[in-house]
């Protein structure tokens, strides 16, 4: 029952424009829940206002009507300070390239948003980090440049960097878009294992049918607006 279901994220009536280069409602009152646990994944045509709706949930885009809470907290309006802090926590990112240094190794590159963090000691979030790939089946990859090892291993570096932090969310825009279909797999069943095993929540951008139907929640968007919630 969802009485007995923690939420996670909720939002209220979302409402975004765009201006340029005429006024565009982009976001149409959109309100929806995220519990504990779940896997969602957010679908619909280029477009439709995924990725605009993302980049509000993530606390990265501010201008926007209606209301944003995570773990029961209110950020809506909160300062630019204050929701860096909430996201580096909070919120865990996989992106379609995996944004790592190159010349830094794969545990280097796990280690520092727990490092900005500032929360453990060095040797504890190098500890943390070992644990982390672990748990994505590439801790024999630690100490190898993140440049040396293959695109499938890159992004599982990736999701270990974005687990780091122990965060409430992990928000991915097309994690597998730059993946074949052996990777895409790989990829799949440890979201699936992270939210199964481990109570992760995970919502996902994507447009990879196999990807959403794996899933344990698809919300379906169309011009601005859920279509489906997937329940």
Request: net charge positive; aromatic share 10%; with cysteine.
């Amino acid at each position: 029952m969802e009485k007995d279901r923690q939420i996670i994220l909720r939002a209220e009536n979302l409402v975004k424009y765009y201006y340029e280069p005429v006024k565009f409602k982009a976001l149409k009152s959109i309100s929806f829940k995220v519990y504990k646990g779940e896997f969602l994944s957010v679908v619909g045509k280029s477009g439709c206002g995924k990725t605009t709706m993302m980049y509000i949930l993530s606390t990265m885009d501010t201008d926007y009507e209606g209301e944003l809470f995570i773990s029961g907290e209110k950020v809506t309006g909160k300062k630019t300070d204050y929701l860096a802090a909430i996201r580096n926590k909070n919120i865990g990112f996989v992106f379609q390239f995996h944004y790592l240094l190159p010349e830094f190794t794969c545990l280097k590159n796990v280690m520092i948003p727990a490092l900005k963090l500032n929360k453990f000691s060095y040797e504890e979030v190098e500890q943390r980090a070992y644990e982390k790939l672990a748990l994505l089946g590439i801790k024999e990859q630690a100490l190898k440049q993140a440049s040396k090892i293959s695109g499938g291993q890159q992004q599982r570096v990736a999701i270990a960097r974005a687990l780091i932090n122990d965060p409430k969310i992990i928000m991915c825009d097309e994690p597998t878009g730059n993946l074949d279909s052996k990777n895409t797999n790989i990829v799949v069943d440890m979201f699936s294992q992270l939210a199964k095993d481990y109570g992760q929540t995970i919502i996902a951008v994507t447009h990879d049918k196999d990807f959403a139907d794996r899933s344990s929640r698809t919300m379906e968007m169309r011009d601005g607006e859920i279509l489906s919630h997937g329940w």
